[in-house]
């Protein structure tokens, strides 16, 4: 599967294209950049570290930009670290577990798996995927300390951020993971060598090492070289979604469904929701023009929002699955067919949602009070005379009504809802 497209920018548009969808952070010296993604075709990579079994948002917008980098005719290379995982990127707080090489490797296989659907392996300019422990893993420490320690200085690495927090700190630094910097610049080194490669990309919170490769080329090979940080992606108060903090996206189906996919973008805020179409998604400039004024004309009507889930679900999950994300959203609120939506993703649905367990003959009134949609047995039977309760969208009429086995959706469970969107799932034992 490639990504889903609309747009084909040339050689001398993408820089323009990328600075439009705000996609440039920061970037090596912008005037020589642009003239060389304009004289085109050229090599670009950015590398992603196994450090987890799935990519995650951050990731995708790197995937994104190499997706756009090559429908602009340039080359992209998409390395997965199996030696930088077995090190790991500094952390400003603590030093990071090391995974063993069996586990690192498992890794690798799965997120190389991930990044291949979003890049083209044919034509003249096809992408390829590599690895950097074919480079690493033969170099002996002497041959390393000689022929690339040698180019890096103690004051210059002193100052990257990460490490400057980590010496400033109770946990210090180790020796292996201060050495990070020097493996990924020896990648940008290596790429540069061998694939005529002088591009990398990643986030602006990776600048220091996006330096250190672009530091060592110059050191090594008297050539320059670029570099482009891309900005973080947060929320509209700042908050970064990321790993450490627990608020990752992932884009592994197993970790992160593809309805819960779909919801984080359907949540977005009206602040964030043009910006994360101009990241996100291959509309073009005239869509999202007439979608920014859908948000500032019709708030309510949620249609950027919408457009937005559909895209980047589609792009990451398929047409199949945003569709059943989008079916089974519907239909929890209101205006779809439970009943239609599939097992799966109806789990999925479900799962954010309070919930109890019931078997049929149970009273609705005692369900609703143990899920904490009324606060007492009284208060919902008022809430079903009143006619606010529903089961599975459909309103309840008897204030004795108890659940019955038609009510469980696929055998297992049904949908308590109380008013327009106070939801609550019950789960057959």
């Not at 890096?152 to 690495?157: A, D, H, K, L």
């Not at 060598?193 to 990398?200: K, N, Y």
């Not at 999202?288 to 500032?296: D, G, K, N, P, S």
Request: hydrophobic share 45%; aromatic share 8%; proline share 4%.
């Amino acid at each position: 599967m490639l990504a889903r497209q609309h747009n084909d920018p040339s050689f001398a548009s993408v820089w323009e294209e990328l600075q439009w969808r705000g996609l440039v952070h920061v970037s090596t010296d912008e005037d020589a950049l642009a003239a060389a993604l304009a004289a085109g075709p050229i090599t670009a990579y950015c590398g992603f570290d196994p450090t987890a079994p799935s990519l995650h948002l951050g990731h995708l917008t790197q995937l994104l930009v190499l997706r756009r980098l090559q429908l602009a005719g340039h080359r992209p290379l998409g390395l997965v670290g199996g030696s930088t995982g077995l090190i790991g990127d500094p952390r400003p707080t603590s030093e990071r577990v090391l995974r063993t090489k069996d586990l690192v490797a498992d890794w690798v296989a799965r997120i190389q798996a991930q990044v291949a659907p979003f890049l083209d392996f044919e034509g003249p300019n096809a992408a390829e995927l590599v690895n950097n422990l074919d480079w690493t893993a033969p170099l002996s420490a002497i041959d390393f300390l000689r022929d690339i320690g040698k180019h890096y200085r103690i004051g210059t690495m002193l100052k990257k951020d990460a490490v400057a927090a980590r010496l400033n700190s109770d946990a210090g630094i180790s020796y292996t993971e201060f050495s990070y910097q020097i493996l990924q610049g020896y990648d940008f080194l290596e790429l540069y060598r061998s694939r005529g490669c002088v591009l990398q990309t990643g986030g602006s919170d990776q600048w220091g090492n996006l330096t250190s490769g672009i530091d060592l080329i110059r050191r090594a090979e008297g050539v320059s070289v670029h570099a482009i940080g891309t900005p973080l992606i947060t929320d509209s108060e700042g908050r970064k979604f990321s790993k450490s903090e627990g608020t990752a996206i992932w884009l592994d189906p197993s970790e992160t469904s593809p309805y819960a996919f779909f919801q984080f973008w359907l949540n977005s805020a009206d602040a964030d929701v043009v910006p994360r179409l101009k990241v996100f998604t291959f509309l073009d400039r005239e869509e999202i023009e007439a979608l920014e004024v859908a948000v500032r004309e019709r708030p309510g009507a949620r249609e950027a929002q919408r457009r937005l889930a559909w895209e980047v679900t589609a792009l990451v999950h398929g047409d199949a699955a945003a569709e059943a994300a989008r079916a089974a959203s519907a239909a929890l609120f209101g205006s779809g067919d439970l009943a239609a939506v599939d097992a799966e993703t109806l789990a999925a649905a479900l799962e954010e949602l309070p919930r109890t367990t019931g078997e049929p003959g149970r009273r609705l009134d005692e369900l609703l009070t143990t899920v904490g949609l009324a606060k007492s047995n009284g208060d919902a039977r008022r809430g079903i005379a009143q006619g606010g309760v529903y089961v599975n969208n459909r309103r309840v009429e008897d204030q004795d009504a108890a659940l019955a086995e038609a009510d469980l959706l696929h055998g297992r469970f049904a949908v308590l809802r109380r008013g327009k969107r106070t939801l609550a799932a019950v789960v057959a034992p």
